[in-house]
Every structure is written in structure tokens, then in C-alpha cells.
């Protein structure tokens, strides 16, 4: 059974940097995208970023383009976001998400299959 389970959200100062952790139990880790995703209360879910299963290809979204770096470790079944300079826009549940890898990227929700339950990071201004 796939488990995707975050970490490392918590409340920080505008302008501060955090990292967040997402651990995958998936057995082929590297045959699959992951991707990062949040939601703002209220708010749609909004692609962030997604890495490819050889971690060769990154993509990111506008609102977060040049702030955060996706990363993942394929020894240890992890992906990470780097988040520079957060900004109060930047609060939302944060949720990691896994995808097959079929050789394209992935920015839209439907295209993910196994989803965690996601961490919060609050941004105080």
C-alpha cells in the first residue's frame, strides 16, 4: 500500500526559509514524478512544483519560480521543497503527490494518483 507522509511545515517570519519532507512507500520510487501542491482555505489546490523519477526535470509554478527548489533522495524515498524567501501568500496545507512517470511533467491534480495528507506552513508577515 502507498503511503506518502509530509513533514517540516510550522509557522515562520515572512522572508525565512523551511524545508519540507515528504517519505514515499513506494517500492519502484524512482519510476515515479512527485510533485508538491497546496491549498489556502478557501482556495483551490495550486501546483507547486514536480520533479522526474530520475530527478533530471524540475518544474515550477509562477507564484513560486526562483523561491523553491524540489529535490529528491531515490535511496531514501524522499522528496523535498526548499522554500526561500516565504511569503504570507505562501500559507496553505502543503501535500506531496505521486505520479508513474511516463516522460512528461506533471502540473495538473488529475494527473496524480497517490496523494499524503499534507503539512501546514503559516507565513506571518
Known amino acids: 500500500q502507498v503511503q506518502l507522509v509530509e513533514s517540516g511545515g510550522r509557522l515562520v517570519q515572512a522572508g525565512a526559509s523551511l524545508r519540507l519532507s515528504c517519505s514515499a512507500s513506494i517500492p519502484t520510487f524512482s519510476d515515479y514524478a512527485m510533485g508538491w501542491f497546496r491549498q489556502a482555505p478557501g482556495d483551490e489546490r495550486e501546483f507547486v512544483a514536480t520533479?522526474?523519477?530520475?530527478?533530471?526535470?524540475?518544474y515550477y509554478g509562477d507564484s513560486v519560480k526562483g523561491r523553491f527548489t524540489i529535490s529528491r533522495d531515490n535511496a531514501a524515498n524522499m522528496v523535498y521543497l526548499q522554500m526561500d524567501n516565504v511569503k504570507p501568500e505562501d500559507t496553505a496545507a502543503y501535500s506531496c503527490?505521486?505520479?508513474?512517470?511516463?516522460?512528461?511533467?506533471?502540473?495538473?491534480?488529475?494527473?496524480?494518483?497517490?496523494w499524503g495528507q499534507g503539512t501546514q506552513v503559516t507565513v506571518s508577515s
Open positions: 503527490a505521486a505520479t508513474f512517470d511516463a516522460g512528461s511533467y506533471y502540473s495538473l491534480v488529475y494527473e496524480y494518483v497517490y
Open positions: 520533479i522526474s523519477g530520475s530527478g533530471h526535470i524540475t
